[in-house]
């Protein structure tokens, strides 16, 4: 065996059992908000929904009257490294109504991401540069029930899952043999499917709307995979990781015909994972829609966020929805400007544009 081969297993022996998680855990968070949603604050809890889908309550979709699709994504430009500069995972989801007032809906969304650089020492004798890239999707699939003309229920479940990669490399800063070494490796944090279960309910009538959801906690299990650039040797662990439940609610107003008010709060647990605790929260939304005719739609919207991933963040959004063929497909879009102060308390903001476009079964004709 060489003397380089020598060094390497040697390091390869000191750290092959520490895995160093990035130190915001899962990454940078977002709520799963469609774009209509988005331009009113994220008020989407106590409103149906006819051409499309909420992650956060599924009832909503209910009153949908014909099956279709939905795509969309978010730009976002701003203080948070992981979203700066960067589109957000593709968002689809699809809804089918069947016999029995019942909509079989499925949904796929970006959660959270990583993208975040550390230098460190790891011992007496190495220093050791870390690049963590990555982070989660949540998937729904699930039905809604509509047992009258203004109630609906919902049941389904809820998964998360996805990776976060860890490029590390390791340099010698102590002589400890007569050739100094790097040794470069490769953490793969791979977070296998955790599954929960998703009820909501609507009440809603031509004036008034009333919903509310609850997700149960997550479980998977977290395998962490390492391999050397210049060694065969790989190690591997796994343990369970657990995502916490979450509650939202929400009120809808319609004082006239053409225009609609909403509130919602959402909630969540402590969040532990990776080493790193993000505190409970709750966000409060506010939001308004108003029809101008000929199919277009206006939106403004404020939230707050107490707690959770931005704690004391304030958001202000506002969009704008156009659909055509009389309802068979349409376009929506939404920008918004969040604002907050990090653990140091410096001022960091972030600017996102979120589109999506949808069409029902009804384009295809008749």
Do not use: H
Request: charged content about 15%; some cysteine; hydrophobic content about 40%.
């Amino acid at each position: 065996m060489t003397l380089l081969s020598c060094i390497v297993f040697f390091v390869t022996g000191i750290f092959s059992v520490d895995y160093l998680p990035p130190p915001n855990g899962i990454g940078s968070e977002i709520l799963p908000l469609n774009s209509r949603s988005y331009g009113m604050g994220g008020v989407c809890i106590g409103v149906p929904g006819s051409t499309g889908f909420s992650m956060l309550n599924p009832a909503a979709s209910a009153w949908t009257l014909a099956g279709g699709i939905s795509l969309g994504g978010k730009y976002s430009e701003g203080d948070a490294p992981a979203w700066d500069n960067q589109l957000s995972f593709p968002v689809v989801s699809a809804f089918v109504p069947i016999p029995g007032g019942i909509v079989i809906s499925g949904a796929i969304d970006g959660r959270s991401r990583v993208n975040t650089e550390l230098q460190m020492d790891v011992s007496d004798d190495y220093t050791g540069k870390f690049s963590w890239t990555g982070g989660l999707v949540e998937t729904y699939t699930g039905l809604s029930v509509r047992t009258s003309d203004w109630l609906a229920f919902s049941v389904g479940g809820r998964c998360s899952f996805g990776n976060i990669l860890s490029d590390v490399t390791l340099t010698q800063t102590a002589l400890i043999t007569p050739t100094s070494d790097s040794s470069v490796y490769r953490d793969d944090a791979n977070f296998q499917m955790a599954w929960g279960g998703v009820f909501g309910i609507l009440v809603n009538t031509d004036r008034f709307g009333l919903g509310f959801s609850i997700s149960t906690d997550r479980k998977g299990t977290l395998s962490v995979n390492r391999d050397f650039l210049a060694s065969s040797e790989a190690d591997s662990s796994s343990s369970i990781y657990s995502l916490p439940g979450e509650i939202s609610a929400g009120i809808s107003f319609r004082p006239i015909e053409r225009l609609l008010i909403g509130v919602d709060i959402y909630s969540r647990k402590v969040l532990n994972i990776l080493d790193t605790q993000t505190d409970p929260g709750t966000v409060y939304s506010a939001g308004a829609e108003i029809y101008a005719g000929n199919g277009i739609s206006f939106r403004s919207g404020f939230s707050y966020m107490d707690g959770l991933w931005r704690d004391k963040s304030s958001t202000f959004t506002a969009g704008a929805g156009y659909s055509f063929n009389e309802g068979r497909a349409g376009v929506d879009i939404a920008a918004g400007y969040q604002y907050w102060r990090d653990i140091q308390d410096s001022f960091q903001e972030e600017t996102v544009l979120s589109i999506s476009i949808w069409a029902t079964e009804k384009w295809l004709g008749e």
